[in-house]
């Protein structure tokens, strides 16, 4: 469904088609871990070393 | 004996099967997605983060032009000529006993701005070439996830009658405080700040609850009590790679030195690293 439709819509012959979708992945991943993980993370609250409030 | 009817059309079969069969598929595409995200949030906490702030605590050390960034740079006053001898010049002098101030006369900086950086901090126990920065305030976004070392904003500042308390990350964004259970009883946590050189002794360790504030309190563990001494306490995260816990270290000031051409001798120090 998802794999085959951006197959299908990538122009070009096969080469280009993986060059296009390498260079797609890597795009997805920084954006992952540029802006999506750490906000994920801050606003979740996953880890934290304070102890909670000001004396 | 009739011949089955034929349910399924030719563009059904030119899409890949019926309609159940293609949202299958879609449904498996999706978790494989999930699955790939969540390997690489793992991947991103515990390796990428410290890659980053790594880089970004670096950085902010080298911007600061007051602090002490090892031997290197005193050997670049050596004298031209001199390579065959020991390079005694790659050891910066040390601060003599009687320059050391007492705590009670020690000058305390003004708290500063949330985010600003004000002070480097040295562990011996971690490295000789342990150096990070502190900054104000401790949240995670704006100073811990960054600038490394936060400084809880109202606690005393370094020299300061009462507790000056800290905060880092023990792993993942470049993790200053991953080696805080190492720390042992009498190990020098040596503070300098633009004017001073404060060095901490190490004492008591904790494990609490991350709402047992009174750990940070001026008198660490009674608060509401009037300060009686320079206390430093490094709080992080307990048990590794959790939040469930807080791990504590408290510290008594010893002595403090203005900074200048010396450095404190614990700095040089030489413990041996496991």
Not at chain 1, 16 to 32: E, I, Q, S
Request: glycine content about 8%.
């Amino acid at each position: 469904m998802i794999f085959p439709w951006i197959w299908r819509v990538l122009p070009g012959p096969a080469l280009l088609r993986v060059l296009m979708l390498l260079v797609l992945a890597a795009g997805v991943v920084m954006a992952l871990f540029t802006w999506v993980f750490p906000w994920v993370s801050v606003t979740f609250d996953i880890q934290d070393q304070s102890v909670e409030a000001m004396p | 004996m009739t011949a089955p009817a034929d349910t399924e059309s030719p563009r059904h079969h030119a899409r890949g099967g019926r309609l159940s069969d293609r949202l299958l598929a879609l449904v498996g595409e999706l978790l494989i997605i999930a699955g790939a995200v969540l390997g690489l949030y793992v991947v991103w906490q515990l390796f990428y983060t410290d890659v980053t702030s790594d880089r970004e605590q670096e950085a902010l050390v080298e911007s600061l032009e007051w602090a002490y960034q090892g031997p290197v740079e005193a050997a670049a006053d050596a004298p031209a000529g001199d390579v065959d001898e020991v390079p005694e010049a790659d050891v910066p002098l040390v601060i003599a006993d009687e320059d050391k101030g007492a705590p009670a006369d020690a000058p305390v900086p003004d708290e500063v701005g949330f985010t600003e950086t004000f002070a480097t901090m040295y562990v011996p126990r971690w490295g000789s070439d342990y150096v990070k920065p502190v900054s104000e305030g401790v949240t995670r976004r704006d100073v811990l996830d960054t600038l490394g070392i936060g400084h809880y904003p109202g606690t005393a500042m370094p020299g300061g009658l009462g507790n000056f308390a800290i905060s880092a990350h023990r792993t993942t964004y470049g993790k200053p405080f991953n080696r805080i259970a190492e720390l042992q009883e009498g190990d020098a946590i040596v503070i300098q700040t633009a004017e001073n050189w404060y060095v901490y002794r190490a004492g008591e360790h904790l494990i609490v609850t991350p709402s047992q504030v009174e750990v940070i309190a001026p008198v660490p563990g009674a608060p509401g009590a009037e300060p009686d001494d320079h206390y430093i306490t490094l709080t992080s995260c307990h048990p590794m790679y959790s939040a469930a816990e807080r791990y504590i270290v408290h510290g008594v000031l010893e002595y403090w030195a203005p900074v200048g051409d010396a450095v404190p001798a614990e700095i040089l120090e030489e413990v041996p690293q496991p």
